[in-house]
């Protein structure tokens, strides 16, 4: 069972624009959530994340949105530039007892943003 | 500094052939994890060492698959009798602590088994 997952494969932006990547979960377990980026032929770099006692993290030109009840968070990338184009991984954990911090990722999404 | 770092990048196999992969972590940092990434998905946890023990290996999917980190710094992952299945990416990451929340990936080892 997939506990992480992002629906959208793909999402194509236009330079400047706002770009928003979607991921729901399910283990009510997860309270961290983190994203991280990923270029070809590279591994996963972190992003930004956000605890679940708080709704909003902001880091420049990325926020992160967390809606506990709906066990759905965002990314917003605004605005956004080509540089961004890459494979987005929404990924969570548990905190607490005997946690290490193993992570759940979801299937990524691929974001391009045109000039 | 350096980062994580994986070797060898690429690594073709034929099917029964057995392959380590290992990872060197970025210095100091207790724990270590190894994660699977097929085609198209996401990574998925394989196992996790605190220093040199081996605390989680739930996500090994057969007894074909062995990690090792004998002195809690450079990590081995070795496949036996390779199988068509196995061919993914596999990737090393490193925290500071076993509490810290970030992890830092390695460039990951493509393996194709054909």
């Known amino acids: 069972d997939q506990q992480v997952k992002q629906n959208s494969p793909s999402l194509s932006v236009q330079e400047g624009r706002i770009s928003i990547l979607n991921c729901d979960y399910t283990?009510?377990?997860?309270?961290?959530f983190l994203w991280y980026k990923k270029y070809p032929a590279e591994g996963p770099t972190f992003l930004i994340s956000?605890?679940?006692?708080?709704d909003k993290n902001e880091d420049g030109r990325f926020t992160v949105f967390l809606n506990k009840s709906a066990k759905h968070l965002s990314l917003h990338i605004v605005p956004s530039q080509p540089g961004d184009s890459a494979v987005y991984f929404c990924?969570?954990?548990?905190?607490?007892?005997?946690?290490?911090?193993?992570?759940?990722f979801g299937q990524g999404t691929i974001l391009t943003v045109h000039p | 500094g350096a980062g994580v770092s994986q070797s060898p990048r690429y690594k073709v196999a034929k099917r029964g052939q057995d392959v380590a992969l290992r990872c060197d972590p970025i210095?100091?940092?207790?724990?270590l994890f190894w994660y699977q990434q097929a085609l198209g998905q996401g990574p998925e946890f394989l196992t996790y060492?605190?220093?040199?023990?081996?605390?989680?290996k739930s996500g090994l999917p057969s007894d074909r698959f062995f990690a090792e980190r004998p002195e809690g710094s450079v990590s081995t992952l070795k496949i036996q009798r390779t199988q068509q299945e196995d061919s993914a990416v596999y990737l090393c990451?490193?925290?500071?602590?076993?509490?810290?929340?970030?992890?830092?990936f390695g460039p990951g080892t493509r393996l194709t088994v054909t």
């Open positions: 990451a490193s925290s500071q602590d076993r509490v810290s929340y970030e992890q830092y």
């Open positions: 283990n009510s377990m997860f309270d961290y």
């Open positions: 956000i605890s679940s006692i708080k």
């Open positions: 990924a969570a954990r548990p905190t607490g007892g005997t946690s290490y911090g193993k992570l759940t």
């Open positions: 210095s100091g940092h207790v724990s």
């Open positions: 060492f605190q220093n040199e023990a081996q605390l989680d």
